[in-house]
């Protein structure tokens, strides 16, 4: 329990949360005794980063949900966070799971690199306005839009990243048919085609949505907007989002058909 306490704090110096939106010690508590398990990385004798992940239905299957991860700021881009979800992810092989999932900020570029990119999950589905107005730092001025990470924890793709494999090679944007993009006056752009055929679409998003924030709010509203009806437009036309690419300062999501889930275990 003192741990899971320490926790509490954690949140607060990584989110900016008050104190009613933290999870308790005593609901990480419950789920340590109901399917789930909480992670922690330590440093000096100090909690720096936790995951936190519940047993959910999904279907007729159970997945792990990973509701929360966080490292210190003053950790970050360390390597911890990527520790941290491998230890997770073994955790949950070990303890009958196949699947994990979160939710994510799509307007984040570094969340959606780590997850899509560096962890090798894919999204497949979108919330609009998931958890209503919040009001800590990271995401105050925004709708709570999320996506919504699938992680097959035993895909081949996904135990060679976890090995330190090569990542897949990056989708050329210049040759991908883009749907959201700055203009030439660094308008973010919206395009909706009357058909959604291609193989694969880009779509791009801030390099840093907090910097956007800061500057231009408003622009920061249009992009999000722009984001949210193009991936709900080509997830309900079979599409996921597979890969993240940064490329000369742009970063986009590159979106895919969808394969069957047995030809993509292959």
């Known amino acids: 329990m003192r741990d899971l306490i320490a926790l509490v704090e954690l949140q607060k110096d990584v989110w900016g949360m008050h104190d009613h939106e933290t999870t308790s010690p005593h609901t990480m508590k419950a789920a340590t005794v109901t399917g789930g398990g909480v992670l922690g990385a330590e440093a000096g004798g100090r909690l720096i980063g936790f995951c936190f992940g519940i047993a959910a239905k999904r ?16 950790f970050q881009n360390a390597g911890i966070g990527f520790a941290l979800k491998q230890a997770q992810r073994e955790w949950a092989l070990a303890n009958g799971y196949r699947v994990m999932a979160w939710t994510f900020d799509p307007m984040q570029a570094g969340n959606a690199n780590f997850n899509l990119r560096r962890l090798g999950a894919t999204a497949r589905a979108y919330y ?29 793709r996904v135990l060679a990243l976890a090995r330190g ?10 040759e991908t048919t883009k749907l959201v993009f700055l203009d030439d ?3 973010p752009q919206l395009e909706q085609p009357a058909a959604l055929d291609e193989a694969r679409y880009a779509i791009e998003i801030p390099a840093s949505i907090a910097v956007l924030k800061a500057e231009n709010l408003q622009r920061a ?14 997830l309900g036309a079979g599409y996921h989002a597979v890969d993240f690419v940064r490329d000369a300062g742009a970063s986009w999501y590159v979106m895919e058909r969808a394969l069957p889930r047995a030809a993509e275990a292959g």
């Open 165 to 174: 494999g090569q990542r897949q090679p990056r989708t050329a944007i210049s």
């Open 128 to 156: 609009v306005n998931h958890y209503g107005a919040m009001q800590d730092e990271l995401n105050a001025g925004l709708a709570s839009d999320r996506l919504e990470a699938q992680w097959h924890l035993d895909h081949p």
């Open 221 to 234: 509203q249009t992009w999000q907007l722009h984001a949210r009806a193009s991936i709900t437009s080509l």
């Open 59 to 74: 279907g007729g299957d159970v997945w792990l949900w990973s509701h929360m991860t966080a490292v210190r700021p003053e």
């Open 185 to 187: 006056h660094g308008i």
